[in-house]
């Protein structure tokens, strides 16, 4: 019985692994959502762990109702239940949580995922020099409930 529970496990971290060698963040974008007008995009791929990335973002982006971020992503291997946690954090302490889901990703496929986070009430928002280097976003990349990897960035107000 243990070798068999064991098998399964190793076989499940194997899964994620792969998954987590076989994705790319090819490239995202932030868009203000009510006119369209993209205010920052990177190519960079931020969701490499063990790195601390950072996004330099006009503050103007403070200002937006909403804000439209699109992600475009190539995976090797199936995903199950694709989703993102993400979680904001300022100074350490956490301050928002955020949850994506994608669903099914195919094998081999490169995909665009457009999401529409709403802002805090104004009275709420805090200046972007407060927030600039103060603001780590940490995104949970999950494959159902398991981790398959997590990354940080550092978002700077510009």
Request: hydrophobic share 40%; with cysteine; aromatic share 12%.
């Amino acid at each position: 019985f243990f070798f068999f529970s064991s098998f399964f496990l190793d076989c499940e971290m194997s899964s994620n692994d792969a998954i987590k060698d076989g994705f790319k963040l090819n490239s995202m974008n932030l868009r203000n959502a009510d006119s369209g007008k993209i205010l920052w995009q990177n190519t960079e791929d931020m969701s490499t762990p063990d790195v601390e990335h950072e996004a330099r973002v006009p503050k103007k982006i403070l200002k937006c109702r909403a804000v439209s971020r699109e992600i475009n992503f190539s995976s090797e291997e199936e995903i199950e239940d694709f989703k993102l946690e993400q979680r904001v954090f300022f100074k350490g302490h956490c301050m928002e949580e955020w949850h994506f889901d994608f669903g099914f990703v195919m094998p081999g496929s490169t995909n665009t995922w457009q999401s529409v986070i709403e802002a805090a009430k104004e009275s709420q928002m805090m200046p972007a020099k407060a927030l600039s280097g103060n603001v780590v976003i940490e995104t949970r990349f999950m494959n159902k409930d398991e981790v398959v990897s997590v990354s940080n960035v550092r978002v700077f107000y510009v």
